[in-house]
């Protein structure tokens, strides 16, 4: 499981391992395992023990820093077969739609399955996932990936085409991460719970046009289209400044609550005949 609260690195903990201004390892600690880097070996048994932050040093002297894994590395350091959806995008995904313990939510498609690690840890263990996919492959990965961090009990993944309509009702809340998700609006109806959340990601802005007139055709209201741009910043005191990269748009985000309209009342004077 990631987040380790624990003072010290044990054994079956997955761990990252920073090398300064050159990147991370995840490990599993194992205690006859090691790790081999263009920076040198490190055996697993001089990690086990250590305290969080500790540094440690490879067989050639080079430095590391021994850390917890966050769900923001793990998902950076996601095996991918596709583009996977950026911390930046996912942190807003989950709080707009209110994922939390014992939320039960579906998304589609699956792809690598990076969605579906924040999702799956979220949750909790009253919560559950279901992720539809129809491609072999890649739910094969991101089953892989879920594994890794422990979560699978957490999740169903199901091999499905969405088109035909989701197994499960009354659900808290559904993403969709498909090109054609206005094709699917019906379908997202049926099994979300009354006053339940919908999301979804999309690249250009003909796909949200499409999408927006499909939600309003179907019983969805207080709509939302923004799209997150991330900017960090050289964390120099005496040359502050931007980094020279940023992550810019990645995806328009499309939000939108299901709604139940209340029956008009019949107006004074009509009669039967006039319904009829």
Request: aromatic letters at 10%.
């Amino acid at each position: 499981m990631i987040f380790q609260y624990q003072n010290t690195a044990r054994e079956g903990d997955l761990v990252e391992l920073t090398a300064m201004r050159r990147g991370f390892y995840i490990i599993r600690l194992q205690e006859d395992g090691e790790l081999q880097t263009h920076r040198g070996v490190i055996k697993h048994a001089d990690l086990i023990g250590k305290e969080w932050g500790s540094e440690v040093f490879s067989h050639l002297e080079k430095p590391f820093y021994l850390y917890p894994v966050t769900l923001s590395s793990m998902l950076l350091n996601t095996k991918r077969n596709t583009q996977i959806l950026y911390p930046k995008d996912i942190g807003y995904i989950l709080i707009t739609l209110g994922i939390g313990p014992g939320c039960r939510v579906i998304e589609a498609g699956t792809g690598s399955g990076g969605l579906t690690q924040a999702l799956a840890f979220y949750v909790g263990d009253s919560g559950h996932v279901y992720s539809y996919e129809n491609r072999q492959e890649m739910q094969n990965l991101a089953r892989k990936n879920i594994a890794l961090l422990q979560l699978q009990e957490r999740v169903d993944f199901k091999l499905h085409d969405i088109i035909n309509g989701f197994d499960e009702t009354d659900v808290d809340a559904l993403f969709l991460d498909v090109p054609n998700p206005h094709d699917y609006v019906k379908q997202v109806k049926s099994a979300l719970r009354p006053g339940g959340s919908f999301g979804s990601i999309l690249p250009t802005v003909n796909q949200v046009s499409l999408l927006l007139n499909a939600l309003r055709r179907n019983g969805f209201s207080f709509i939302d289209v923004c799209e997150i741009l991330l900017r960090f910043y050289k964390p120099e005191e005496d040359r502050l400044r931007p980094t020279d990269r940023m992550v810019a748009h990645t995806g328009y985000l499309i939000f939108a609550r299901s709604i139940q309209k209340a029956p008009k009342e019949k107006a004074e004077g009509d009669s039967q005949d006039d319904e009829a």
